[in-house]
C-alpha cells in the first residue's frame, strides 16, 4: 500500500505542480521509492532538502553588512609621505590580487567536488557557486578602486616631480643671476677704486687740467649703480 501525504496541510504548497513533470521525476526515482512512498511526498522530501540546503548556505554565507566599506589601508594616513603610500597600496593590491586567486583556486576544487558527487548537490552547488561569485565581485570591486586611487596618486607624484623641476631650475637662474650681480659689484668697487687712485694721484702731482675728475667719477658710481639697480628689478621680476 502506498504512503500517503496528500491530505497533510504541508503538502498543499506543491498541489499545483504540472502533471508531466511528476511523471518525469517519478521515472527518475529509485524503483523500490516509487513503489513505496507517493510521488507527491517524495517530490516534497527533494523539495525540502534542496530548500534545507539553500537556507543553511544563506545563514552561514550572509555578509555581516551589506554597507559598502572603504578598507583602512586605501586611504593615506596621517604623516605618511606620498613614496611611503604608494608602496603600501601596492602591497595592499598584491594581497587583493592574491587573495582573488586562492578564491578562484577554491572555487574550481569545489567545483570538482560537486561534480563528483552526483546531481543531488545541484542546487547546494549553485548557491554557493552564486555566493562564492558575490565575493570575487565584492573583492574586484575592491581592487578596481584601488587600482584607481593609485593611478591617481601616480599622477599627483609625477605632477608633483614636475614642479619640484621647475623650481629647481628656476632656483639655478635665480643663482646664477645673483653671481652676475655680485660680479658686477665687485667690477664696481674696482672701477670705483681704480678713480679714487687716479684722483689721488692727479692730486699729487699738482695737475690744473683735471677740474673735472670729481664729477667723472660720480658720474661712473651713478651708472654703475643704475646698472646694478636695473639687474635687481630683473631679479625681482624672475623671483
Same mark, same amino acid.
Given at each position: 500500500?502506498?504512503?500517503s501525504r496528500?491530505?497533510?496541510?504541508s503538502?498543499a504548497d *506543491?498541489?499545483?505542480v504540472?502533471?508531466?513533470d ?8 529509485? !524503483? ?5 512512498l ?6 516534497f522530501?527533494?523539495?525540502l532538502?534542496?530548500?534545507?540546503r539553500?537556507q *543553511?548556505?544563506e545563514?552561514?554565507s550572509?555578509p555581516?553588512?551589506? +554597507?559598502a566599506v572603504? !578598507?583602512e589601508?586605501i586611504?593615506?594616513?596621517? /604623516? ?12 595592499f ?6 587573495? *582573488? ?15 563528483k ?9 549553485? +548557491?554557493? /557557486? /552564486?555566493?562564492?561569485?558575490v565575493?570575487?565581485?565584492t ?12 593611478e ?11 614642479e619640484?623641476?621647475?623650481?629647481q ?13 655680485s660680479?658686477?659689484y ?8 681704480h678713480?679714487?687712485?687716479? +684722483? ?5 702731482l699738482?695737475?690744473?687740467?683735471f !677740474?673735472?675728475?670729481?664729477a ?5 658710481r651713478e651708472e ?5 639697480? /636695473?639687474?635687481?628689478?630683473d631679479?625681482?621680476?624672475c623671483l
Amino acid at each position: 500500500r502506498s504512503f500517503s501525504r496528500s491530505s497533510a496541510a504541508s503538502m498543499a504548497d *506543491i498541489q499545483d505542480v504540472d502533471e508531466n513533470d511528476l511523471s518525469e521525476k517519478k521515472n527518475m526515482d529509485h !524503483p523500490n521509492l516509487s513503489s513505496i512512498l507517493d510521488s507527491y511526498f517524495v517530490n516534497f522530501v527533494k523539495r525540502l532538502e534542496a530548500n534545507i540546503r539553500e537556507q *543553511i548556505v544563506e545563514v552561514y554565507s550572509r555578509p555581516k553588512t551589506k +554597507v559598502a566599506v572603504v !578598507p583602512e589601508e586605501i586611504e593615506q594616513k596621517k /604623516g605618511e609621505s606620498e613614496v611611503e603610500y604608494i608602496k603600501r597600496l601596492k602591497a595592499f593590491i598584491e594581497k587583493q590580487h592574491t587573495e *582573488i586567486q586562492d578564491l578562484a583556486i577554491r572555487n574550481g576544487t569545489l567545483a570538482e567536488d560537486l561534480a563528483k558527487t552526483g546531481n543531488s548537490l545541484q542546487s547546494e552547488q549553485r +548557491v554557493s /557557486g /552564486g555566493m562564492d561569485r558575490v565575493q570575487i565581485e565584492t573583492l574586484r570591486r575592491d581592487f578596481q578602486e584601488a587600482s584607481k586611487r593609485l593611478e591617481m596618486l601616480k599622477k599627483e607624484k609625477a605632477k608633483i616631480e614636475s614642479e619640484a623641476i621647475m623650481y629647481q631650475n628656476l632656483a639655478a637662474k635665480t643663482e646664477g643671476d645673483l653671481r652676475s650681480l655680485s660680479d658686477a659689484y665687485n667690477s664696481l668697487e674696482q672701477s670705483n677704486l681704480h678713480l679714487e687712485n687716479e +684722483v689721488k694721484a692727479l692730486r699729487g702731482l699738482g695737475h690744473s687740467t683735471f !677740474p673735472d675728475v670729481e664729477a667723472r667719477k660720480a658720474e661712473a658710481r651713478e651708472e654703475a649703480l643704475k646698472e646694478s639697480e /636695473g639687474e635687481l628689478n630683473d631679479l625681482l621680476v624672475c623671483l
